[in-house]
C-alpha cells in the first residue's frame, strides 16, 4: 500500500468522491472480502461490490488474494492508499496565473500546488527518498511581522546561497507562512 494515491483523471474523482465508496475504501485498509465488507457496513455484498469494482477499474483499489468459499471464488481487495490527492487540474486554473505579491494568500496557493504536483512526480513506492516536513506555531505581535519575515527571508536566502551550487542532489525547500486561524484568536 503506497502512502499517498495522487489522482489525476477525472475518472478517479468520480469513482473516489461517492460517501459509500470512501467507506467502503476505509474498510479496505486491511485486505478484505466484500463479504466481510459488507457486514461491518450492514450493506449486501453485491453492493459493496459494485462499489469495490468502480474503484478496481479507477485504480483506487487492488484485489490482492483470492479464496474459494462454498465452490465460489471471493476476491480479497485492498486500498491502493493511505490516503488520496486530488490534483488541482482536475477543475483546472480558472483565470491566469498571475504575477503575485510573495506574501498574498494567491501566491502560497499557487506554491502549494506546485509543491502537491512536485510530490506526486515522485516515485512513492520509495520509502528511501530522503525527505523532511517540518511543522510548527509560532506568536508575531503585529507591529513585529515586517521584521519576522525579512528575518525569515535572510535565514532562507543564505541556506540557499549555502548549498545552491551545481552539485549533488537536487531538492526543492519550500515554506509557507499564514494565519493559522485560531478560534481563540477570533474573541
Known amino acids: 500500500m503506497r502512502d499517498v ?29 466484500c463479504t466481510e465488507v459488507a457486514v461491518e457496513l450492514d450493506q449486501t455484498p453485491q453492493r459493496v ?21 462454498r465452490g465460489i471464488h471471493e476476491g480479497i481487495y485492498q486500498a491502493e492508499g493511505r490516503s488520496y490527492w486530488l490534483s488541482p487540474s482536475l477543475v483546472g486554473r480558472i483565470g491566469l496565473r498571475q504575477a503575485r505579491d510573495r506574501l498574498s494568500l494567491g501566491h502560497l496557493v499557487d506554491l502549494m500546488e506546485d509543491v502537491q504536483a512536485d510530490i506526486a512526480a515522485l516515485d ?26 525579512d528575518e525569515l527571508q535572510q535565514t532562507l536566502q543564505e541556506l540557499f546561497t549555502r548549498y545552491g551550487g551545481a552539485e549533488g542532489d537536487a531538492f526543492r525547500l519550500t515554506v509557507a507562512c499564514y494565519p493559522k486561524g485560531d478560534p481563540d484568536d477570533r474573541v
Open 124 to 149: 512513492l513506492t520509495r520509502p528511501d527518498l530522503p525527505s523532511i516536513g517540518v511543522s510548527g506555531d509560532i506568536r508575531v505581535h503585529p507591529d513585529q511581522r515586517k521584521a519576522f519575515l
Open 49 to 69: 461490490y459494485y462499489h469495490v469494482k468502480r474503484m478496481l477499474e479507477a485504480g483506487l483499489v487492488r484485489q490482492v488474494a483470492e479464496r474459494r468459499v
Open 5 to 33: 494515491v495522487y489522482l489525476d483523471q477525472i475518472e478517479q474523482a468520480e469513482a473516489l468522491l461517492k460517501p459509500q465508496r470512501i467507506e467502503v475504501l476505509r474498510q479496505l485498509a486491511e485486505p478484505r472480502s
